[in-house]
């Protein structure tokens, strides 16, 4: 998602908003109000996103899992259907909330702390497992090293697979977005039973 604003959708990060913070630190100090407020405009909705999610996620439980799930592929396939003169700000927030809630109740995978939406905890943790694992010759800590580089693979093939995808398919690239989660929505709602 965050490729995908970036790339086809105004240079914004709609997912990472530490990239947009910086982005909104530059514009301010080249006095660019326009491009401060485009990017204040995902920020909000990221704040807004996880202030709803937590509280989804305290009244629903592990029901919210799959209802978040089903929310983010309906949402994704609705952006894949608008216009493509369709303002970017209405793909900033959308994928900005999205995004948030998804990072507020996915923060864990296997007992490994996770991140699906952006990649230094993952490369600090990869290193750092990596040499446990080396030094000590600690199996656990390979298995963690394992997890962290798979989900570096796997943002960094997201973005290729962006990319390539989205000289074909333009504004509909999205739609690609909601192949994994689909996957995934399968797979808790089989735990679930």
Same mark, same amino acid.
């Given at each position: 998602m965050g490729a !995908?604003? !970036? +790339?086809?959708k105004g240079g914004v990060f709609a997912n990472a908003e530490t990239a947009n913070l910086l982005i909104l630190a530059l514009n301010i100090a080249e006095c660019d109000v326009d491009g401060a407020v485009a990017v204040l405009i995902p920020i909000s909705a990221f704040f807004i996103g996880t202030f709803f999610s937590q509280m989804f996620i305290e009244k629903l439980g592990r029901l919210w899992i799959p209802i978040l799930l089903g929310s983010e592929i309906v949402l994704l396939l609705l952006l894949s259907l608008l216009p493509s003169d369709?303002? !970017?700000?209405? @793909? &900033?927030? %959308?994928?900005?909330?999205?995004s948030s809630m998804q990072f507020? $109740?996915?923060?864990?995978?296997?007992?490994?702390?996770?991140? #699906?939406?952006?990649?230094?905890a993952h490369l600090r943790g990869f290193g750092s497992a990596m @040499?446990?694992? +080396?030094?000590?010759?600690?199996?656990?800590?390979m298995k963690r $090293?394992? !997890? &962290?580089?798979? /989900? *570096?693979? #796997? +943002? %960094?093939?997201?973005? *290729?697979l962006c990319a390539l995808s989205s000289t074909i398919l333009g504004t509909h690239t999205i739609?690609?977005?909601?192949?994994?989660? /689909? +996957?995934?929505?399968?797979?808790v709602l089989r735990k679930e039973k």
């Open positions: !995908y604003s !970036y +790339f086809l369709t303002s !970017y700000t209405v @793909y &900033h927030v %959308v994928i900005a909330i999205i507020n $109740s996915f923060r864990e995978a296997r007992g490994v702390a996770m991140s #699906t939406l952006f990649c230094t @040499y446990t694992a +080396f030094a000590n010759g600690d199996r656990s800590a $090293s394992l !997890y &962290h580089g798979g /989900l *570096i693979l #796997t +943002f %960094v093939t997201g973005g *290729i739609a690609l977005s909601s192949l994994p989660l /689909l +996957f995934v929505l399968q797979e």
